[in-house]
């Protein structure tokens, strides 16, 4: 049996999509700064794929043609004209940067709520320098 011409249109789509992605379009090239940090860029994809088609029936008649055996007239007489078209899209939107260094790692987000980042990071820090102090007051007498 014949391939119906939508399966071309989707083949042809979808082979040019995967050609567009892979795993470098969501984590990008690493990048390595003077200082020896590594900066890798993180980005979120988003893809859209549509195709369609419809056959049209001409309603007029076929031209007799000579020399053409049953089965490819009966074939051509059912075959309808095909139009169709098919389409992607592809969104890349930037998330964050991964800064791997030496001592630390640390994901800086491109947008969000930057304060709320801060205090998520250091709230460790916080807390132990909260906890040191409230031992060290425990440990020294009372003077009265």
Do not use: C, Y
């Not at 011409?5 to 990008?28: F, S």
């Not at 055996?69 to 074939?75: G, K, M, P, V």
């Amino acid at each position: 049996m014949n391939e119906h011409p939508i399966e071309g249109l989707m083949k042809t789509a979808m082979q040019n999509i995967k050609e567009m992605v892979d795993v470098n379009t969501i984590l990008g090239d690493p990048v390595e700064t003077p200082d020896g940090n590594v900066i890798v860029p993180i980005s979120k994809v988003t893809f859209g794929f549509a195709a369609g088609g419809s056959e049209f029936d001409t309603n007029q008649p076929k031209p007799k043609e000579k020399e053409k055996d049953r089965a490819t007239q009966e074939a051509e007489a059912n075959a309808f004209p095909f139009g169709g078209g098919s389409g992607a899209g592809i969104t890349i939107h930037p998330v964050a940067f991964l800064v791997v260094g030496k001592d630390q790692t640390k994901l800086l987000p491109v947008e969000s709520n930057v304060l709320i980042d801060r205090l998520l990071d250091t709230a460790p820090q916080l807390l132990d320098k909260i906890q040191s102090m409230l031992n060290s007051s425990r440990n020294q007498p009372e003077v009265h």
